[in-house]
């Protein structure tokens, strides 16, 4: 099954039945299978006559209480950032699978991880943030849409799942596990019409003075909490690395080679493969930082997350950047090269010293 | 003694914030009379626009939804399929209608989108100090076209109802004003006709209201009701342009 299939049958499992698109390559597996898929579940499928109106039948059915997704790519995603500074506003809960392409404009149809700050920085206006989730393997897709719409009910916000058009399109053997049954709050707030009840509001409108900023910190409270409670990396031979190379999506698999390779030729180098982008693993680059020589981002952008990865760092430890723009995917041997090219200077550092954070 | 007439319950009983004249307050205490006198408010679900009537979801006790400018018909979409059994309103000024939203409102309405629209055409944004609307008169003034609109710079009012006439999927399309009692009754009756359209799943339905905005019309109340009237509904005729019940369907 390609990523792109995985990602729609899983949010199927995961118990959306309301799917929104709008047809653009390289994501058209996803709003071709919803097309079929949909119906058979007795669910909504909708082909919207644009990505602004996608966004925003979403967050009808998400203002009515039910799971709901919508994908895109590029400047599909580009069209929804209004839609989606109103789903974080408002506090609707939903999923919207970004399928990365090369940009900036039309760009083209290959992979690309370049809309990194679009996703994890907020691409639309105010100050909000949205769950970025970043999986490298078509079985990673399938359980990480379950968690997307559990931690978009748990937290009332919008999940991003932040792929590019290589995992979208590969295939690889993939397992529906029952999604696990976890508690989520009930959703009182839900728009149902208000049979015997307050009414409720969905809203992101506080023309009142100083309503907005006591809001904006009730939301800023939130993100706190998500920050602390549900960053996920995963952690490849950092325990005694000279060099950690930092890489999510595609460029981890690659990464995954090349710490094969270096291995073998009996370098110490790592990786760590953030799983969230928002929030952003921090916390353990900080503790790497105490013990590993320098860092290195690998990305398919002309350096984005690696400005992540420097905050986390804090400049006590060199940051190094490999990146590939304009749909082309990083090879084990070019990234190997640049690798071993700064290995002596990495090595030349000599011993460091424990670093107190 | 006997109560002959209240204010429906389903109307909060605090001021609006609208200006003097202003025809948004009219429409949206009928739908709350209407909502009121069937009781429908534990089914019923409004979607307010980006604009002046965005604080309907102040004064109207009925669950209700925000929407981005231009989108009231994609969130009721996405909340009628949701809630298929309520009533699912829309309600929409003339620039959130008819300039940033009209892909959505027609593509709502070539689906057969079972919901209905009350689109409030003022001919102006009122939000805004009163630029041109798409619905702005030949030579109405406005603080975008000071000299008066004109034909070769600023292009041609756009006529929403009968624009939608053409879109099959529409059960009822009417357009109605405020400008006296008889008027507000007529706007009332066609309100309830778009609900019973959608609540007898008939598809899409929409009420345009020409309504009076004294204050950026530059006019005052009584004058703005004459423009309604005298020079509006020039380009506007009052009428039905599409009834599912006169089409024998």
Redesign the interface.
Known sequence: MTGNEAAAEAAVQAGCRFYYGYPITPQNEIINYMAVRMPQVGGTFIQAESEIAAVNMLYGSAAAGARTMTSSSGPGISLKQEGLSYLAGSELPCVIVNVQRGGPGLGDISPSQSDYFQAVKGGGHGDYRIIVLAPSSVQEIADLVYDAFDLADKYRNPVMMLGDAQLGQMMEPVEFYKPAKTYLPPKKWALTGADGRPKNVIKSFYPVKGELEKFNGRLQEKYRRIEETEVRYEEINTKDAELVLVAYGTCARISREIIKKTTEMGHRVGLLRPITLWPFPKEALKRLSQKAKAFMAIEMSAGQMVEDVKLSVLGRREVYFYGRTGGGVPSTKEVLKSIIEVLPKIKAVGSVEMIEI | METLYAPPKTLHRIPTHYCPGCGHGIVQRLIAEIIYEWDM?????G?APVGCA??A?NYL????????HG?PP??????????PD??IFAYQGDGDLAAIGL??I??TAA?GENITVIFNNNAIYGMTNGQMAPTTLVDQRTTTCPEGRSVDEHGHPIRICELLATVDGCAYISRVSLTNPKNVQKTKAAIKKGFRTQMRRKGFSIIEVLSPCPVYWRMNTLDSMKFIDEEMSQTYPSGIFKDWEKEGS
């Open positions: 408010r534990g089914k019923t679900i979607i965005v604080l979801y006790d009925i669950d209700i939804s925000e929407a981005a989108r994609a969130v009721a979409t996405g909340i009628k399929r949701v809630h309520n009533l892909a959505e027609i593509h689906r």
